[in-house]
């Protein structure tokens, strides 16, 4: 859910009107972030399985 809505929110951050007004929140890492976490998260379920 985290890199879905992360997600969400850099393509927002690209399409906006005013290009002068930047943002604080790195969209690209918490998506990166989260979907490494993902990955290790399944890789542990998998292999407790």
Do not use: K
């Not at 859910?1 to 007004?21: K, P, T, Y």
């Not at 490494?36 to 379920?45: D, E, G, N, T, Y």
């Amino acid at each position: 859910m985290v890199a879905l809505a992360s997600g969400f929110g850099e393509h927002r951050r690209r399409r906006r009107r005013d290009v002068d007004r930047i943002g604080f929140m790195p969209w690209t890492l918490l998506q990166v972030l989260a979907m490494l976490a993902a990955v290790i998260l399944a890789s542990l379920a998998l292999n407790l399985r």
